[in-house]
């Protein structure tokens, strides 16, 4: 999933890169024993941000974070499947959005069904790095239904679907295609201008002075995500 990002310049490797994608002309399967420990590092993954927001948030409940994350991640996962999935990898409507079809449809392409939901878990963890300790739950739940279901998904079609119009984008009469190989563009600054956002309109954390932070769970934490992340 993470690989340097880059863009498509040639007409040929552009057909070539559509047509290897196109799941009716090359079925993509799901691998059961690699599905499992993808989702095993994605939850791995998850919990270093939490460890990272229990030893470095002042916030005197750590139940409260633990079960905030909790929520947050069924609640995205959730959303993802339930609409996001139909959004991202089932068809295509003008290189904009997808068919419309359910994950379970046969023509949806699992493989990039579990990607997404990858992307969309990763990017909403490191929102809620941000945002915790500055929103109640039920804003996180809003926030977190509006970007797993909706605009994450949408972005995901765009760079990822070998339909989407930033793979399509031709500049002076040729192919430039985009495609985000690597996630840096759509996790990673997705995530963090989300939870940007969130801090700019918030501001500070309400007990922001308290200083309990904890440079052994901060440690572990960061190899929990440096692990995570070679998924």
Not at 3 to 29: M, V, W
Not at 71 to 77: A, G, L, M, N, T
Not at 139 to 153: D, E, Q, R, V, W
């Amino acid at each position: 999933m993470f690989k340097p990002t880059g863009y498509i310049d040639e007409p040929c490797e552009h057909e070539q890169f559509r047509q290897s994608g196109d799941p009716d002309a090359n079925p993509l399967t799901l691998n059961p024993a690699s599905s499992v420990i993808r989702v095993g590092l994605i939850i791995l993954l998850r919990a270093g941000f939490l460890i990272v927001q229990i030893g470095n948030i002042p916030v005197s409940d750590v139940n409260l974070i633990l079960l905030h994350n909790i929520i947050e991640i069924c609640w995205v996962s959730l959303c993802y499947i339930l609409i996001g999935s139909t959004i991202a990898f089932t068809g295509n409507f003008a290189g904009v959005i997808g068919g419309g079809y359910w994950i379970g449809h046969e023509k949806t392409d699992r493989e990039k069904a579990l990607i997404g939901w990858q992307s969309a878990v990763v990017a909403s963890g490191i929102s809620t790095c941000c945002l915790a300790g500055r929103m109640h739950t039920v804003g996180t739940l809003i926030i977190g239904a509006i970007f797993s279901g909706i605009a994450h998904p949408l972005i995901m079609h765009w760079a990822w679907s070998t339909d989407g119009w930033m793979l399509q984008n031709r500049l002076r009469e040729e192919g430039q295609g985009f495609y985000d190989s690597g996630g840096g563009a759509l996790v990673h600054s997705t995530g963090s201008l989300t939870g940007l956002i969130g801090c700019l309109v918030l501001g500070r954390r309400i007990h922001g002075s308290q200083l309990n932070a904890s440079p052994a769970s901060t440690l572990v934490s960061y190899f929990f995500i440096l692990v995570g992340l070679q998924v």
